[in-house]
């Protein structure tokens, strides 16, 4: 594993190095330092820079934003946002998230070794010791993106594919039991290449609960034949599910589509906390991308409590 011991992270690495960790080009990294302040490496007595870990956590956190469509311009209010929340999250739960670490250092072990038996046995572990929401958002979900995120050496592809497959498996597992309930359904769609499997069916998880059974259409399901689907199926609402960075058209497109729907249209994911204040006033409602708000959001959408 090449994620970062905890006993090196005083380790500083020169911006050569940082490149080959990265892939990012040593006059691309300074521009990023420069022009929009997202790095700020520490300087020898000499000038030359030098990263901690951190600074290395960032840039990866940077290119996954810029993967998703998000202008590197905009990059820095969305981190500084990210690092707030975490901030809070770790106020209010100060002595959890020493326990949440244990728990992701033994899981990486069980992925290190492939050891599906182990991970199995952990994985039940962790559900009867926390709420699903922590279980997904504060433990299994931040460990899946830093296995996402550091691909760079000999077999760790491997691993991230490795824990991706039994994650899938165990989340649709527990969709098709809350869906087989009695509960009044709604559906949830991705926008085609705008997340990944595993991020929609916990967006899933997250929405479920005792009131509402939420089915997940499969990956690929076409936009324009949303409304076929929702006529045959007369769900409760639709949910559109998307983690990148909207285009300009796209908030007219949703909208487009509510009208053609006899339920409710929402977006979440973190396409919504992006459009949200381009979607202010429209028939499309925003869940946001905090799974401890999108279930109580749509709860409170469909009870009438909120404007979409």
């Known amino acids: 594993m090449a994620l970062g011991n905890p006993a090196d992270s005083d380790e ?3 911006i050569r190095e940082v490149a080959r960790l990265t892939g990012i080009n040593p006059v691309t990294l300074r521009a990023w330092e420069r022009r929009y302040g997202l790095i700020q490496p520490v300087r020898t007595e000499s000038g030359h820079r030098l990263y901690s870990r951190t600074d290395i956590e960032t840039v990866h956190r940077i290119l996954d934003w810029i993967e998703r469509g998000v202008a590197v311009s905009k990059v820095g209010k969305i981190l500084a946002r990210d690092d707030q929340q975490v901030a809070d999250a770790a106020v209010a739960s ?3 998230e020493h326990e949440w670490s244990q728990w992701q250092q033994q899981l990486r072990t069980a ?3 492939f050891d599906d038996r182990q991970l199995d046995r952990l994985y039940g572990q962790i559900f009867a ?3 699903v929401t922590v279980v997904f958002q504060d433990i299994l979900m931040p460990l899946w993106q830093q296995l996402l995120r550091h691909q760079g050496l000999f077999g760790q592809t491997s691993e991230w594919l490795f824990f991706d497959g039994f994650l899938r498996s165990r989340t649709w597992k527990r969709l098709q039991i809350g869906c087989a309930s009695a509960a009044p359904r709604v559906l949830l769609t991705a926008i085609v290449g705008e997340c990944r499997e595993l ?7 997250l929405m479920s609960g005792d009131e509402l059974a939420v089915k997940v259409l499969a990956v690929g399901q076409p936009m324009d034949e949303l409304t076929l689907v929702c006529e045959k199926t007369k769900p409760q609402a639709l949910v559109v599910f998307s983690n990148h960075s909207p285009s300009n058209e796209f908030p007219q497109r949703l909208e487009r ?3 053609t729907l006899d339920c409710p249209l929402f977006l979440a994911g973190d396409a919504a906390q992006l459009a949200q204040e381009q979607l202010s006033g429209s028939p499309v409602g925003c869940l946001g991308n905090d799974g401890r708000l999108m279930q109580r959001r749509l709860q409170q959408f ?3 409590g909120l404007d979409t």
């Open 94 to 96: 100060a002595g959890a």
């Open 111 to 113: 992925v290190a070794a």
């Open 257 to 259: 589509l509510a009208l």
């Open 12 to 14: 500083l690495f020169p």
């Open 302 to 304: 469909l009870r009438g």
């Open 199 to 205: 991020e929609l069916l916990v967006a899933g998880l």
């Open 129 to 131: 010791a926390y709420p």
